[in-house]
């Protein structure tokens, strides 16, 4: 889960008319569907898996009394997957008192990754950043990953050394460049805007799990030439 502030993406003035619009099914409108895939960006609200169709998922259950099936607000972009573990959830997105934890909104205004979860890089077959686990260090955190099954054996850990290992190898390029300050040649200063352009890349939105690939790198404190991530 990364934070998504979706009161930034509302949704075309006739798409909210429509939603207002009384019927209780109005959500289905496929429009509503094509705005979600670009204010997610085309991955899932919960395990962020690029997903080429996804769900109109609604973080409050249609049939919860104060949910609004065509709040804009409550609807998220969802995989198939986490539509359907979503509902075994301890108390759903509920948040009810008797409910020991209740999913996580990653569309909350107070939630950040790293209260929640961090990661955990284990190498595969000798080769090191080869596989990125996320764990829980809150209950609700410990929950998400349970209930949607992000931990070992799930797409969640799928995020393979292509992505690491080409940042790493990126980084220390640029650093190597960086190092000769005020004798950079000409074509030392293109190749390091190159690297920079290349850098903002690999940690650009289209990467699938990008927010536990920002909190990895966040963990590893890497250079201040990378800039925030």
């Not at 009384?22 to 997610?40: C, H, I, N, Y």
């Not at 959830?89 to 020991?100: E, I, L, V």
């Not at 890089?121 to 949607?148: C, H, N, S």
């Not at 004798?183 to 799990?209: E, M, P, V």
Request: charged share 25%; net charge positive.
């Amino acid at each position: 889960m990364r934070p998504i502030a979706l009161q930034s993406f509302p949704p075309p003035v006739a798409v909210q008319q429509h939603l207002a619009g009384g019927s209780k099914t109005a959500w289905r409108d496929p429009r509503v569907l094509e705005w979600l895939r670009d204010a997610f960006l085309g991955k899932c609200a919960y395990c962020e898996k690029s997903v080429t169709g996804g769900v109109r998922e609604h973080f409050r259950p249609k049939a919860h009394s104060a949910a609004n099936a065509n709040a804009w607000e409550n609807l998220r972009l969802g995989c198939h997957e986490c539509n359907g573990n979503k509902e075994r959830m301890k108390g759903g997105s509920q948040a009810a008192p008797s409910s020991q934890c209740c999913l996580l909104d990653p569309c909350s205004s107070g939630f950040r990754t790293e209260d929640h979860f961090k990661t955990l890089a284990m190498a595969e077959r000798g080769r090191p950043w080869q596989v990125l686990y996320l764990q829980g260090v809150t209950p609700e955190g410990k929950e998400v990953i349970d209930f949607l099954k992000l931990g070992p054996g799930s797409v969640y850990p799928s995020l393979r050394g292509e992505v690491l290992d080409r940042y790493r190898k990126t980084r220390d390029m640029l650093a190597a460049l960086e190092a000769k300050g005020a004798t950079l040649t000409k074509a030392d200063g293109h190749r390091l805007r190159t690297l920079q352009r290349q850098i903002t890349s690999i940690l650009g939105d289209a990467t699938s799990f990008i927010g536990a690939l920002r909190l990895h790198l966040r963990s590893c404190k890497p250079p201040a030439a990378v800039g925030p991530l």
